[in-house]
């Protein structure tokens, strides 16, 4: 039978931040406009008007019309009506994101390897013992041998965040949700917040919280790198994860499968050169010798990249994801524009040869566009024209991401060109959100703000499936991500996905056999099941994550 989207009044669940956009989408099959309520706790009308005939949504294929109350300007807790359908309750008000935007970043201290959970911060539930620290069963990750015949060295790669619902490491997007975390609290910084106090060990030392959770992933990092003396020093490695794929449910502590480290890749090379240079300049005020460490470890691997400018990492492959890219000229691009950025160097400016472009936006293959975001942070290091030029160009960008917003059935800023929906398409929205947000900061138009925080709607349940996509908030919210210790639904023992973790999204590639048992013939952006099978729909992963804790620092800032 049909699966059940909920009501056909989609709103955020979350709510609606007072001096934000405030927009609703309603499924329905007629075309005239209709009148719509808006209902306090208590069932009054406070509000109401008429609805805007939209059409069919060719992402959904729903046929939807549009609401905007974003006069109303009362706190509270509402509902949304036409006719007889009633939305899920949200709130009107001014701090809704503090809660979320310290959860998605908390998301990370769970998500830690090498180090004991601990209930103190995260409840009983929670809690679990350290994964891969050389205990038994674990045979990782103090000493990591080489995959088979690539290399005759083992490595200390403790540490670091999994990737996602597996136990692998990969440098790749591990760095980018590190750079993610970093550049939140750049710009958090440069606007007069700290950031928000988060339950972790290290909370109550003098560094910023988002400093000290982004540094547990910059160290692995930096171990990941060929130490000198052997081939290929100056290197990193693409990866580590277990010899075969492991079922779950399965807690790290349990993992007892042999773990390897893959070859040095140019791309991870680039990325710790990338998230290097901007380790260095953020941690310079908090933590001199941390900075140092990544800016000579940064350096270093620019180098080295340099000397070995194409290895790739292999397609396919056995127990972990490929995160494959045949192409780092992107990567050269951004590490390039990091490198400039704190250094100042003129020699690195020649080698960013990339920027911005609305149909790439930004993921952990896709790295050109972060060369423009790495010099919006470091604005004194360019000339008055060619800053025009970089404001010019991100404008550009965030007004074809307010054009898709604007002209979809359910506003995302997301909108391939070819129509299908990727893996991860939720951080694809929240990406493309954060260039909207990094675009109002640069010109102050509000448009860029508004599209931005609506974005947000998409990912908190206006959308094709009635879903908050976002554990723990909305009334209907993902539940079942795949994740071998948050597993729920597999051994009740176990728990839910912690609040704040961002599922990846509708996929319409149906890569795995839940999706593709329950999905066939799906619409792209319904293409979603709540299972913890569903990989290709329904994981979460550092790098989502980290996209989501950006976004609702800003917007929790915009109250
Ligand atoms: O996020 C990755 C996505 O871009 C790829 O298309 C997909 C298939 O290669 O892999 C995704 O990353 C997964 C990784 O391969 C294994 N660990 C979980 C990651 C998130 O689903």
Not at 35 to 56: E, M, N
Not at 296 to 313: G, I, N, Q, S, V
Request: aromatic share 10%; charged share 20%.
């Amino acid at each position: 039978g049909f699966p059940d989207y909920g009501s056909p009044v989609r709103v955020n669940q979350l709510g609606y931040l007072t001096s934000g956009p405030k927009r609703a989408t309603y499924v329905t099959t007629q075309s005239t406009a209709l009148d719509w309520r808006l209902l306090d706790s208590g069932d009054k009308i406070v509000a109401g008007g008429k609805t805007q005939p939209y059409g069919p949504d060719a992402a959904s294929g729903d046929h939807v019309q549009l609401i905007d109350f974003g006069d109303v300007r009362t706190r509270g807790t509402f509902r949304l009506a036409v006719g007889d359908d009633l939305s899920e309750p949200f709130e009107i008000g001014d701090r809704i994101y503090s809660g979320l935007r310290r959860d998605a970043l908390e998301y990370f201290y769970n998500n830690r390897s090498g180090i004991e959970i601990e209930a103190e911060y995260v409840g009983p539930q929670y809690a679990r013992a350290a994964g891969h620290l050389g205990v038994a069963p674990n045979k990782g990750d103090t000493s990591v041998p080489c995959l088979p015949g690539t290399c005759d060295h083992s490595l200390d790669v403790r540490g670091g965040w999994y990737d996602a619902g597996d136990h692998g490491k990969y440098v790749v997007n591990g760095a980018l949700a590190a750079w993610q975390l970093l550049d939140l609290h750049e710009r958090s910084a440069a606007h007069g917040d700290r950031g928000v106090a988060l339950r972790i060990p290290e909370s109550g030392n003098s560094v910023p919280d988002v400093l000290d959770e982004a540094r547990w992933e910059v160290d692995f990092v930096l171990r990941m790198q060929v130490p000198p003396g052997r081939p290929f020093a100056g290197m990193v490695h693409h990866k580590i994860h277990d010899h075969k794929w492991t079922g779950l449910p399965l807690a790290p502590a349990a993992d007892p499968q042999q773990r390897y480290l893959h070859p040095p890749s140019t791309a991870a090379t680039l990325n710790l050169a990338a998230v290097g240079a901007r380790c260095a300049r953020v941690y310079a005020s908090w933590d001199r010798r941390l900075s140092k460490r990544c800016l000579t470890a940064a350096e270093k691997a620019w180098d080295a990249a340099r000397r070995h400018p194409a290895l790739y990492a292999p397609d396919g492959g056995e127990g972990g994801g490929a995160y494959d890219d045949t192409k780092v000229t992107d990567e050269f691009s951004w590490a390039a524009a990091e490198l400039f950025a704190t250094t100042g160097k003129g020699f690195y400016k020649k080698f960013v040869t990339t920027t911005l472009k609305a149909a790439d936006g930004f993921s952990w293959q896709e790295t050109g566009g972060l060369a423009d975001l790495a010099l919006a942070r470091a604005p004194h290091r360019l000339n008055p024209h060619d800053e025009r030029e970089l404001v010019r160009r991100i404008s550009s960008v965030a007004d074809a991401y307010l054009t898709h917003l604007g002209t979809q059935g359910y506003a995302n800023p997301y909108k391939p060109a070819d129509g299908e929906y990727v893996w991860g398409s939720n951080s694809g929205a929240a990406n493309n959100a954060m260039i909207l947000a990094i675009a109002a900061d640069l010109t102050g138009r509000t448009s860029y703000r508004s599209a931005a925080l609506e974005s947000l709607d998409y990912l908190l349940g206006r959308n094709a499936v009635g879903l908050s996509f976002v554990t723990g908030y909305g009334e209907r919210f993902s539940h079942n991500q795949h994740h071998r210790f948050w597993a729920h639904s597999l051994n009740p023992a176990l728990p839910s996905p912690y609040p704040g973790s961002l599922a990846g999204g509708p996929n319409s590639g149906l890569q795995d056999p839940v999706a593709q048992r329950n999905l066939q013939g799906c619409a792209p952006a319904k293409c979603y099941v709540d299972e913890i099978g569903s990989y290709s729909t329904n994981e979460v992963a550092v790098n989502w994550n980290s996209a989501l804790a950006w976004l609702t620092a800003y917007a929790d800032q915009q109250s």
